[in-house]
């Protein structure tokens, strides 16, 4: 298995609070994402990064912010948590932005109250 | 619009049987085209990748095939184990910008003794 750890693995939260999802690698790879995914729904990218401190925007980015400072460290944060993002959170990984596969870490599942 | 279209959007098959997973997409130009599958409360994990010059792509008892004509692709499981027990999600990347993946929704397969 790829090397991807994220954290936390479940977490409920009230509605207007800061939220961090934090996904962690060991595979120094160049690329990562952040996913969502819910009921009926195939994944919809919310940001990634193609290098430290680099990142963009993908299709559902508002209300999402990312960091990376690091080559192993990619965080989401939610600034004011909404329960419209009540969803399972996917970090995923690639060595190619291209053609590459990508690698998915176990998800995190968040409820927002 | 959901650019990637899969069919059935469930199935419940015998142990030991065949079955056959669609996806249409209009992707296009596109530049591979992947079959996932997810383990419940488990991230996705790749089962073939196929450029848009291939035909077909086997892993195992999977085997997928592509048809770039008609924008279609299909995933076979042959000789199903309860272990086949999944979500099987189609992927699409577009040549344009391969960051941005197109996902399915996902067919979810339930494998009977």
């Known amino acids: 298995d790829a090397g991807i750890t994220q954290s936390p693995r479940h977490k409920v939260t009230e509605t207007g609070t800061p939220v961090t999802l934090r996904c962690h690698q060991t595979?120094?790879?160049?690329?990562m994402y952040w996913y969502r995914q819910d009921p009926g729904h195939g994944l919809r990218l919310i940001h990634y990064?193609?290098?430290?401190?680099?990142?963009d925007k993908g299709e559902v980015s508002d209300g999402y912010s990312v960091s990376r400072s690091k080559t192993e460290d990619f965080l989401l944060t939610l600034e004011s948590a909404t329960s419209s993002q009540t969803s399972v959170y996917f970090c995923a990984i690639s060595w190619d932005g291209g053609t590459g596969e990508l690698f998915f870490g176990e998800g995190s599942r968040l409820t927002v109250l | 619009k959901n650019q990637v279209e899969q069919s059935p959007q469930s199935l419940i098959i015998l142990e030991g049987k065949n079955c056959t997973l669609q996806c249409n997409y209009t992707v296009s130009p596109f530049s591979n085209l992947r079959w996932y599958k997810q383990d419940t409360g488990r991230g996705p994990v790749s089962l073939t990748i196929?450029?848009?010059?291939?035909n077909t792509k086997s892993n195992g008892r999977y085997t997928a095939t592509l048809d770039a004509d008609t924008k279609q692709s299909s995933l076979h499981i042959t000789a199903s184990q309860l272990s086949d027990s999944a979500s099987y999600i189609c992927v699409v990347g577009p040549a344009s910008n391969d960051y941005k993946l197109s996902f399915g929704a996902g067919t979810t397969v339930t494998v009977r003794a």
């Open positions: 196929m450029t848009f010059s291939e």
């Open positions: 990064s193609y290098g430290v401190k680099d990142t």
């Open positions: 595979e120094n790879h160049r690329y």
